[in-house]
T-cell receptor, first 120, second 110 residues
Framework: GAVVSQHPSRVICKSGTSVKIECRSL??????MFWYRQFPKQSLMLMAT?????????EQGVEKDKFLINHASLTLSTLTVTSAHPEDSSFYIC????????????????FGSGTRLTVV | GQNIDQPTEMTATEGAIVQINCTYQ??????LFWYQQHAGEAPTFLSY????GLEEKGRFSSFLSRSKGYSYLLLKELQMKDSASYLC???????????FGAGTTVTVRA
């Protein structure tokens, strides 16, 4: 079945540094990648949508200069948290969408395993 | 904004049945998903409804009424491993974005 590899699974960084999170679709082409963040005991909040080869579309209130998204190929999308601060500590999850929704048992959405970011 | 409401917490006994309700008012509708999420892990797909009616898949069933903006997830023969958060998500329209509810934490007791 469709698999999205996300790493790192956990990262601790110092305040002011940048962190890159990668999501790779292993056996399919991800035409669209969604990036979410999740605070403890809360739901997934969509941050941005990226399509291969074009600029990401950010949701209202999400700083595009702080959360840099690159979707350079159909199998790789990256999220870089720049100049991280403690309030950026969260669980970040990617979700890849295949070209046609019925192509896999997940009806087109495959989630990565998530990245726990802690900024100290 | 999108409104997707589900109860915060539910508790049930092992072997019992639990029904998790989800009501939605969204700018568009192109299907409703249910996901299971264990703490610190990514969501796992459970079910998808786009037409009215009941979809059954083993111990899990999901129901949708588009006219009422309502869905439920039914978990039967509860097992301890079913203790998790259950997320209701609406696909808004052709842009394929998913809007998630806050999740319902289900605790299964022996």
């Amino acid at each position: 079945g469709a698999v999205v590899s996300q790493h790192p699974s956990r990262v601790i960084c110092k305040s002011g540094t940048s962190v890159k999170i990668e999501c790779r679709s292993l056996d399919f082409q991800a035409t669209t990648m969604f990036w979410y963040r999740q605070f403890p005991k809360q739901s997934l909040m969509l941050m941005a949508t990226s399509n291969e080869g074009s600029k990401a579309t950010y949701e209202q209130g999400v700083e595009k200069d702080k959360f840099l998204i690159n979707h350079a190929s159909l199998t790789l999308s990256t999220l870089t948290v720049t100049s991280a601060h403690p309030e950026d500590s969260s669980f970040y999850i990617c979700s890849a969408k295949q070209g046609r929704q019925g192509d896999n048992a997940n009806y087109g959405y495959t989630f990565g395993s998530g990245t726990r970011l802690t900024v100290v | 904004g999108q409104n997707i409401d589900q109860p915060t917490e539910m508790t049930a006994t092992e072997g019992a049945i639990v029904q998790i309700n989800c009501t939605y008012q969204t700018s568009g509708f192109n299907g409703l998903f249910w996901y299971q999420q264990h703490a610190g892990e990514a969501p796992t797909f459970l079910s998808y409804n786009v037409l009215d009616g009941l979809e059954e898949k083993g111990r899990f069933s999901s129901f949708l009424s588009r006219s009422k903006g309502y869905s439920y997830l039914l978990l039967k023969e509860l097992q301890m491993k079913d203790s998790a958060s259950y997320l209701c998500a609406v696909r808004l329209s052709n842009d394929y974005k998913l809007s998630f509810g806050a999740g319902t934490t289900v605790t299964v007791r022996a």
